[in-house]
């Protein structure tokens, strides 16, 4: 009686065939995966940077808005006259003009903060997680330093100002920056003449 014992088994050939095939399959959706979480970070960070470029010329407003309150409420005035709140906003915000400035809340609640900027450095926005509230503030003691900078700029030009508001920051390995601009226009809609 024959015995034939022959063992079958793999070639190195197929082997290294098979392992290819399977770093093919492996890798092709691990990729896609990470560029999707590339994508989704950085469009999370252009959000985050158009709000904030939003807010800064809600701000900005926000700075007119309350001297026409305190105007029409007579909280403010020189020697018994009334002041123009118009040109009082023009004086308050000198820093902002044709210059960067930054602008957040007061830590009151209760007005605007104007911070010379004169270059973007000055500029950083750190996240402020006080209990009391979380925003983003231009103050670096005890709060978090985040990747934006916001600038605001003011145009005036008869009886409108226009308002620049840029958001700048940079994503890990990219070279150029990525950068947010919002432009509005504040008018003297309480013209007090």
Same mark, same amino acid.
């Given at each position: 009686?024959? %015995?034939?014992?022959?063992?079958?088994?793999f070639s190195?050939?197929?082997?290294?065939?098979?392992?290819? *095939?399977?770093?093919?399959?492996?890798?092709?959706?691990?990729?896609?995966?990470?560029?999707?979480?590339?994508?989704?970070?950085?469009?999370?960070?252009?959000?985050?940077?158009?709000?904030?470029?939003?807010?800064? *010329?809600?701000?900005?407003?926000?700075?007119?808005?309350? *001297?026409?309150?305190?105007?029409?409420?007579?909280?403010? %005035?020189?020697?018994?006259?009334m002041v123009?709140?118009?040109?009082?906003?023009?004086? %308050?915000?000198?820093?902002?003009?044709?210059?960067?400035?930054? *602008?957040?809340?007061?830590?009151?609640?209760?007005?605007?903060?104007?911070k010379n900027?004169? %270059?973007?450095?000055?500029?950083?926005?750190?996240?402020?997680?006080?209990?009391?509230?979380?925003?983003?503030?231009?103050?670096?003691?005890?709060?978090?330093?985040?990747?934006?900078?916001?600038?605001?700029?003011?145009?005036?030009?008869?009886?409108?100002?226009?308002?620049?508001?840029?958001?700048?920051?940079?994503?890990?390995?990219?070279?150029?920056?990525?950068?947010?601009?919002?432009?509005?226009?504040?008018?003297?809609?309480?013209?007090?003449?």
């Amino acid at each position: 009686m024959k %015995n034939f014992s022959k063992q079958h088994g793999f070639s190195l050939v197929e082997v290294l065939v098979a392992i290819t *095939l399977l770093l093919l399959i492996v890798t092709g959706p691990m990729k896609i995966i990470t560029d999707a979480n590339h994508s989704t970070a950085f469009a999370s960070e252009q959000v985050t940077a158009f709000f904030l470029a939003q807010e800064g *010329l809600e701000l900005a407003q926000k700075g007119r808005d309350d *001297l026409m309150l305190q105007y029409f409420d007579k909280q403010f %005035n020189n020697n018994g006259n009334m002041v123009n709140p118009w040109a009082k906003f023009q004086t %308050n915000f000198r820093l902002c003009i044709g210059k960067n400035c930054g *602008l957040t809340i007061k830590n009151n609640g209760t007005g605007v903060d104007i911070k010379n900027c004169v %270059n973007l450095v000055n500029c950083r926005l750190y996240l402020d997680s006080s209990p009391v509230r979380s925003s983003y503030v231009h103050t670096s003691v005890n709060n978090t330093k985040t990747l934006f900078t916001r600038a605001i700029q003011m145009f005036p030009t008869g009886d409108e100002i226009r308002v620049v508001s840029t958001v700048t920051w940079r994503t890990g390995s990219l070279i150029a920056g990525q950068k947010v601009e919002l432009i509005t226009y504040l008018e003297n809609v309480y013209d007090t003449n």
